[in-house]
């Protein structure tokens, strides 16, 4: 296979199963958030600042992911 | 068509890596002198003497890092030091009221994740937070810019305004986390106990490999999310560059404006959220090595 060819693939898996492992993860960590909230209404400011958190340290692999993943389409 | 073109065209790909080079002063083996590194000698003109930065060794030093973030450290915490000066008592000024709002915004950060009785884990949030936050903001600046004044105000063909999207910046903060962590572990612990923990506790050397590998993700992840920002943001000026040469020359910055005020926008949480990230993973390292358990 062309090198040319074998980096596209690689971009191309590198953004989409990025995106598709963080979705996973971001899906299942607000809905269990929705749920504690709706248990325990009280709760939610606290609830909010960790999820944030998760959230981002969730979001960061995506992101680097798709940065790598652009590079390697693009360059 | 694009082969007319294409001579005139800078190519993406050349674009995209002038703008992921920093300007680099370093040691040159070849002709064994200090100098500026040249990187795409074909894209500018320039001195036939200049190193590119592969041939440059250990001793080659981003500029553009060192000093954007010594001048943002100074201007973010110049700020903080003259409203500190200025305070006095009785109705606190507008400056005065945003200070006091960060202070407390990080000191209950900190009261609330750190446990133990070291006096720096306050301050280092502090700085960190604010020190990262300013860096990031850089980011929101067009990315064309510091090329441009770069370019046509002091003749530098690279400068990289965004001092996180350079590794070596978060690493350096990273460094200081892990130097401080290995030396609250020593502390708290004893030398002994603290190798112990490392290599000996149930799954045996894992502990280490973890204990390497959280300091690392640090870097990398603040590093991660700010060069994927910065990359995005230099694919959305390739972008609406050839919609204006294909298109329409009247409305060139219609899917500009939109599209890098769309991101920039959705840019803004994650620049706050990775300053705040480090700064609470930091406070959460520093609480775990102090702390007996």
């Known amino acids: 296979m062309e090198v040319e060819v074998g980096r596209l693939i690689a971009g191309a898996l590198l953004t989409g199963l990025g995106a598709l492992g963080a979705g996973i993860g971001i899906g299942s960590l607000t809905s269990k958030y929705i749920e504690a909230v709706a248990r325990q209404p009280e709760l939610q400011g606290q609830l909010f600042a960790q999820v944030l958190i998760a959230l981002g340290l969730t979001d960061a692999l995506p992101i680097i992911s798709l940065a790598v993943g652009l590079l390697f389409l693009f360059t | ?293």
């Open chain 2, 1 to 293: 068509m694009a082969k007319e073109n294409a001579q005139n065209l800078i190519e993406t790909s050349d674009y995209i890596g002038h703008h992921l080079v920093n300007l680099t002063f370093g040691w040159c083996e070849k002709t064994s002198s200090w100098g500026f590194a040249n990187h795409q000698q074909e894209l500018f003109e320039s001195l036939d003497s200049a190193c590119k930065v592969s041939e440059m060794g250990f001793w080659s030093f981003h500029l553009d890092t060192i000093f954007m973030s010594i001048l943002l450290g100074s201007v973010v915490f110049g700020f903080f030091g003259l409203v500190n000066r200025a305070a006095k008592k009785g109705v606190p000024s507008k400056l005065q009221n945003f200070a006091e709002f960060v202070h407390e915004f990080i000191a209950s950060a900190v009261n609330s994740g750190y446990h133990g009785t070291s006096k720096i884990v306050g301050p280092l949030a502090f700085a960190s937070c604010l020190w990262i936050i300013s860096w990031n903001l850089m980011d929101l600046l067009p990315v064309e810019m510091a090329s441009f004044f770069g370019h046509f105000g002091g003749g530098f063909n690279y400068f990289k305004i965004l001092p996180t999207a350079d590794l070596n910046a978060p690493l350096a903060l990273a460094i200081v986390v892990m130097i401080l962590v290995t030396y609250y572990s020593v502390k708290t612990h004893g030398a002994g106990g603290f190798l112990k923990e490392l290599f000996i506790v149930p799954l045996g050397p894992l502990e280490f490999i973890s204990y390497v590998s959280k300091h690392v993700a640090l870097a990398l992840r603040l590093y991660g999310n700010l060069f994927a920002g910065e990359m995005i943001f230099i694919l959305i000026a390739i972008m609406f560059g050839q919609f204006a040469m294909s298109f329409s020359q009247t409305l060139w910055f219609l899917p500009g404006l939109i599209l890098n005020l769309s991101w920039a926008l959705f840019h803004i949480l994650i620049v706050a959220l990775q300053a705040y990230i480090f700064m609470m993973l930091t406070i959460a390292y520093l609480n775990l090595a102090s702390t007996k358990h």
